[in-house]
């Protein structure tokens, strides 16, 4: 753009901003203000932010402290498992809190309601379900147990794996109760 | 050089003992979020001859402009709650109204309203040459005139109308040098006639 170019262009500005002013009618305020009194604002409840924001720190909060209690528990029983697995007789039950139950090991876990018996002979696993295929690095079974029987096949698997012969295949079993109507299965763990 | 620029609100904090006359833009408009009429009222007051000049040049129509300006005032006490500060009030007020002016000349595009008794408006009075300047102003397109109103007539700077055109600053410019240039172009062939 020449000078003169820029020059014309401010000098044009100048009088458009001069001569392009316009005065509001006279009634347009009033009208406004007698529309925006006809629908009064509700003053905005300052005191819910904080309240809400609050109730929101409690819930996460609680939720936190919950999901820390479960992977505790969850790693307590992890915990307990290995040690079951590594005992010679591998017949060690535990309850929710990782820690042995009191009549002599035989009251399944209360949350979990799964218990590991280590080395029960094969031969003796087949009797009571067909042996699924597993992965090959698979070293144990979960047995489904209906709710009535989980007592009953608890004590005879470690009454199998505490007779189990020296050096019979064997394999690790977790016992995961199922509902009463369930059937009794082997699966991969 | 510099644009005259048309007066601004003080930039006033309020501190208790001060008119809401001299309250800042902002602080009436915290006032209006909650619920308080008289600091909208006087933004209102305030505003009312820019928001009603800048309707008025970019629809070209009275009746229309003053549509604009009341129905955008009261879309802005609904939303008032919403205006957050960050940016200036005069920059979201004039966003709105001219949200509604082009909403006014879509509408007129698809009903293909009579432009003959909307290109001067009453208010103009016929001194020396102001009516060729208002009638050059009304034959350039709509994103061009918005421009030049926004930016000479109003007084926004750059920036400013590039927030209430919703365009980039660039984008303003541009529109604003070609405008300008056309504006020129049809007052020198009106004066040649």
Not at chain 2, 33 to 48: K, S
Request: aromatic residues 4%.
């Amino acid at each position: 753009m020449t000078d003169n170019g820029h020059t014309d262009h401010e000098q044009l500005g100048r009088r458009l901003h001069e001569q392009g002013q316009a005065q509001a009618p006279p009634g347009l305020a009033g009208d406004v203000m007698r529309q925006v009194r006809a629908e009064p604002r509700q003053p905005p409840r300052t005191w819910l932010r904080p309240v809400a924001l609050c109730a929101a720190v409690a819930v996460l909060l609680a939720a936190s402290v919950a999901g820390v209690a479960r992977i505790g528990a969850g790693q307590s029983s992890s915990a307990s498992r290995s040690a079951e697995t590594h005992s010679a007789m591998g017949a060690v039950p535990k309850n929710s809190l990782g820690q042995a139950s009191g009549a002599g090991g035989q009251t399944p876990n209360a949350i979990t309601q799964e218990r590991r018996v280590a080395g029960v002979p094969t031969d003796k696993l087949a009797t009571l379900s067909p042996l699924p295929f597993c992965a090959a690095q698979a070293h144990g079974y979960a047995l489904r147990v209906p709710a009535g029987r989980y007592a009953a096949v608890s004590r005879q698997l470690q009454a199998w794996a505490a007779a189990k012969p020296a050096g019979a295949p064997a394999y690790d079993v977790q016992i995961r109760r199922a509902p009463a109507s369930a059937r009794l299965a082997l699966t991969c763990p | 050089m510099a644009l005259p620029r048309l007066p601004v609100a003080p930039a006033a904090t309020y501190d208790g003992r001060m008119r809401l006359q001299d309250a800042s833009d902002e602080w009436l408009a915290k006032r209006a979020a909650r619920g308080d009429a008289d600091a909208f009222e006087q933004l209102v007051l305030r505003y009312q001859d820019r928001l009603y000049t800048l309707a008025l040049r970019v629809t070209l129509s009275e009746p229309d402009a003053r549509d604009c300006v009341q129905e955008g005032l009261i879309s802005a006490w609904r939303a008032i709650d919403r205006f957050r500060g960050d940016a200036r009030f005069s920059t979201w007020i004039y966003r709105i109204v001219l949200r509604k002016a082009y909403d006014v000349l879509d509408r007129r595009k698809r009903t293909a309203e009579p432009m003959e008794e909307i290109v001067i408006a009453s208010s103009d009075r016929p001194a020396d040459d102001r009516l060729d300047l208002i009638a050059a102003l009304a034959t350039l397109e709509p994103e061009f005139r918005a421009a030049v109103v926004a930016c000479d007539i109003i007084g926004m700077s750059m920036d400013e109308a590039a927030a209430a055109l919703e365009v980039p600053a660039g984008t303003v410019k541009s529109r604003l040098h070609r405008g300008r240039s056309r504006l020129a172009a049809e007052l020198e062939a009106h004066r040649a006639s």
